[in-house]
């Protein structure tokens, strides 16, 4: 019959256990191959964006060379732009000896925030020499206003030599 006896839990060993583990899920997600994702859906590449205000109308400008404007979808819900797609390759690399290669093909997911008063009904897209341009309307009350500073005006300025 085995001898069952009395261990002592030592809390101190616990807490570095869970920190071992807590540093090993931060050490392996900072080292994880570009364009994987923690959900497990590989994407391949980012496009880049800008987003800016212009003429009324909030303005998202996203990088796409080399992808039909077919293989791209654009979703607004919850305050968010969502664009994703997919580059598809045009030659087979089998094929080919390649030396070196930059092009990046697959798919890609980009989700940017939009200001609150974003006339979401009213969205436009428009896709030239690669860049894909949405232009999202705003709600006048989302515009940015100048506010005038009382007192500016009534102070005389001293100059100096007085």
Request: some cysteine; glycine content about 8%.
């Amino acid at each position: 019959m085995a001898q069952m006896g009395i261990t002592r839990r030592d809390p101190f060993w616990q807490d570095m256990l869970d920190f071992r583990n807590s540093f090993d899920n931060i050490f392996s997600r900072f080292f994880q191959p570009l364009g994987a994702s923690e959900t497990g859906r590989d994407v391949s590449w980012m496009p880049a964006i800008e987003c800016y205000v212009k003429d009324r109308n909030y303005h998202v400008r996203v990088g796409l060379p080399g992808v039909d404007p077919k293989d791209v979808n654009l979703q607004v819900h919850n305050g968010q732009l969502t664009i994703s797609g997919e580059r598809k390759e045009s030659q087979k690399t089998e094929d080919n000896n390649y030396f070196y290669q930059e092009f990046h093909y697959g798919g890609f997911q980009r989700t940017i925030p939009l200001p609150e008063g974003v006339k979401a009904d009213q969205v436009e897209a428009d896709y030239k020499n690669g860049v894909l341009e949405v232009k999202l309307p705003l709600a006048e009350a989302a515009l940015p206003r100048r506010i005038p500073i009382k007192g500016a005006e009534e102070r005389p300025s001293k100059s100096l030599a007085a």
